[in-house]
């Protein structure tokens, strides 16, 4: 330092301070921008799987609708020219279940997914057993159609709590 002149010795600490607080800034930026890009990565898996959870309910009610009319038709040929509908719109249902259950990580929407998924079982499993007695051409029973509403109004409830704590989660992370 005794080689320098005075007016670099002054300048030098200034310098190097200055130095310093831009490489703490540069590190600083670089952090908060990895940060922001791992929350939006976050924040864009959580809206896609409340788009496709939204989605899944809709379907489902589409498909209520659907069996509950033939169910309830006195025609007895409706059953068979909707049952393409259904069984297309079930298979949707499974390929959205899937992907909706491949990106949940989160130990409560998991449990929630597999309510969800066993309330889901029993309403196809009502619904094929009422299905199969109305396509033998007997009338379902009224005690047998409430059974299967409670058990669609249980399903479709299911449901809609899986996208409340999918966007109690949405707001976490935003």
């Known amino acids: ?11 030098w600490p200034p310098l190097a301070v200055a130095a310093l607080l831009l490489l703490v800034e ?5 952090q908060t921008s990895h940060e922001i890009e791992q929350a939006r990565t976050a924040l864009t898996r959580q809206l896609d799987k409340i788009e496709k959870t939204s989605l899944w ?3 489902t ?9 033939v169910l309830t038709s006195t025609d007895t040929g409706l059953g068979e020219r909707l049952r393409p509908e259904i069984e297309a719109t079930s298979a949707r249902i499974s390929t959205l279940q899937k992907a909706v259950e491949a990106h949940t ?14 309330a ?29 509403r409670d058990v669609l109004n ?21």
Do not use: C, F, P
Not at 26 to 30: A, F, G, P, R
Not at 133 to 140: E, L, P, Q
């Open 120 to 148: 889901r079982m029993r309403y196809i499993d009502l619904r094929k057993e009422l299905a199969a007695v109305r396509s033998a051409g007997t009338a379902v029973s009224e005690a047998e159609l409430k059974r299967l």
């Open 26 to 30: 540069s590190h600083s930026v670089l």
């Open 1 to 11: 330092m005794k080689s320098l002149s005075i007016n670099a010795r002054l300048w």
């Open 105 to 118: 990580t989160a130990d409560d929407e998991v449990a929630m997914l597999a309510e969800v998924g066993r």
């Open 154 to 174: 249980t399903y479709i409830a299911a449901q809609r709590r899986t996208v409340v704590l999918q966007h109690r989660q949405t707001s976490a992370i935003a």
């Open 57 to 59: 309910a809709g379907l």
């Open 61 to 69: 009610e589409a498909n209520a609708a659907r069996t509950m009319a």
